[in-house]
């Protein structure tokens, strides 16, 4: 019931509150208004469930998504010319009605929770069997989830107790063979098998015990507790598997990122085209060289690939073993410092991004020489090479742009990209290229 609220929440909140405010102003819901409710409610639709987040975090989400859906209304308000059908005054008292709105209802259905739980019945009773680390992990966020109706009673496991986890979230209940008379006389709901996989015939028999139940059973497998990189389910010929490690860029993911990657590189290859001519000419009358530097980097796949930049140095190196750039290097022409201090020599990479060679936003490309040296020093270095190359990326918003001296920077760098994999949305990568745009103009990390 909650989770159906919460996909209606913000939709209804934005239609309504246009709808009032409309009706306030010009005495009457018009037909414009009545179109427009309509493109809101589908952009928005379904809301977004914020019922877990703090109060400050449900204001700035408010906020932040509120600002994009306004940007894309006046692109295409302009771009069609149908913003001219409302009223300035009415479109200026829905954008700051509109996130209030928002807000209220998401505070007013924190109030209303406990009660919308209250009406689909008593709390769903649950007991865990294997009291090991993914049993104590599932209990854990169980009990940390607010509103949730799932009551943990406790666990079952037939291991030496010296050999059980220690936790604050329920108690040790007995036995495996103790299991169906507890879960029968107890009215259990449900069971969670967290028993290792290669236990194959203790959970056999313990199924075939829980048959004469009626509750619903769910098989936590051991990777519960793995580091997942866009853990999913799915069947491969019939079969069904768990992804462990995936591309986020898969199905509608994957069209979704090159589209935008190529919309927004013609847009900012248009804009800067003065800027690249004359950064070309001034490297040419700075220092003998090409005007372009090219350097083998690992794309997609661990796959090689080629990437452009500025000619910032005197040398162009691409052996097996690179020096980093590193402060007052002498390698570094005069006008080369200035394009590295300000990010400009990444700009040719926006025609990798055309070639389809790299994206805007990714885990940005080490050289091959790197490649091959931290590969075996950071575990699950190569994961990063799941998607394809960025021009900038989490790791660069989040302090790690330029040199990284030594081990725990680049594994800092490392952890940044594996959570971007995990998290990535189109609303994120927007994020990254404004943060980025901001970091160029104060940050002087890179040389």
């Given at each position: 019931m909650l989770s159906a609220v919460e996909a209606i929440l913000d939709p209804a909140a934005l239609t309504l509150s246009l709808w009032l405010v409309s009706v306030s102003i010009e005495g009457e819901l018009l037909p414009p208004y009545l179109i427009l409710a309509v493109i809101?409610?589908?952009?928005?639709?379904?809301?977004?469930?914020?019922?877990?987040?703090?109060?400050m975090e449900v204001i700035v989400d408010v906020f932040y998504s509120w600002f994009w859906v306004v940007l894309l209304l006046f692109f295409l308000g302009f771009a069609t010319g149908y913003i001219a059908e409302f009223s300035s005054q009415t479109l200026i008292t829905w954008l700051w009605v509109a996130p209030l709105s928002q807000v209220g209802v998401h505070l007013a259905l924190r109030t209303a929770a406990p009660y919308l739980?209250?009406?689909q019945g008593p709390p769903q009773r649950a007991i865990i069997v294997g009291m090991n680390e993914q049993g104590v992990a599932l209990a854990s966020r169980i009990q940390q989830t607010?509103?949730?109706k799932i009551e943990l009673s406790g666990y079952f496991?037939?291991?030496?107790?010296?050999?059980?986890?220690?936790?604050?979230?329920g108690q040790l209940l007995g036995r495996l063979r103790e299991l169906p008379y507890f879960v029968k006389e107890n009215r259990i709901q449900y069971i969670y098998l967290s028993l290792p996989m290669a236990s194959q015939p203790r959970i056999l028999h313990v199924l075939d015990e829980l048959k004469d139940t009626t509750a619903s059973i769910y098989f936590v497998p051991d990777m519960f507790i793995t580091d997942l990189i866009q853990g999913r389910s799915g069947t491969v010929c019939g079969t069904p598997v768990i992804s462990v490690c995936e591309s986020p860029f898969t199905g509608s993911n994957g069209l979704i990122k090159r589209v935008s990657d190529i919309v927004l590189s013609l847009l900012?290859?248009?804009?800067?085209?003065?800027?690249?001519?004359?950064?070309?000419?001034?490297?040419k009358l700075d220092s003998r060289g090409p005007i372009i530097f090219k350097q083998r980097r690992y794309g997609l796949d661990g796959e090689e690939i080629v990437v452009y930049k500025f000619r910032?140095?005197?040398?162009?190196?691409?052996?097996?073993?690179?020096?980093?750039?590193?402060?007052?290097?002498?390698?570094?022409?005069?006008?080369?410092a200035f394009l590295r201090r300000n990010s400009l020599d990444e700009l040719p990479q926006f025609v990798n991004v055309l070639q389809g060679r790299m994206s805007i936003v990714g885990p940005r490309p080490h050289a091959v020489a790197h490649n091959e040296i931290y590969r075996n020093l950071i575990k699950g270095y190569m994961i990063r090479h799941k998607v394809k190359p960025g021009i900038t990326g989490w790791a660069q918003v989040n302090g790690y742009r330029g040199e990284t001296r030594t081990l725990d920077k680049m594994q800092a760098r490392i952890d940044h990209d594996l959570d971007y994999l995990r998290n990535w949305s189109l609303r994120l990568d927007l994020h990254i290229i404004l943060k980025t745009v901001l970091i160029v103009l104060r940050d002087r990390a890179a040389y």
């Open positions: 809101v409610f589908s952009i928005t639709f379904p809301g977004t469930s914020r019922l877990q987040s703090s109060i739980l209250m009406l607010r509103y949730s496991d037939d291991r030496n107790p010296s050999r059980l986890y220690e936790t604050e979230h900012i290859l248009a804009l800067i085209s003065p800027l690249l001519l004359l950064i070309a000419a001034t490297i910032s140095m005197r040398v162009c190196e691409d052996g097996d073993t690179i020096r980093q750039a590193q402060k007052d290097d002498s390698r570094v022409t005069r006008f080369g």
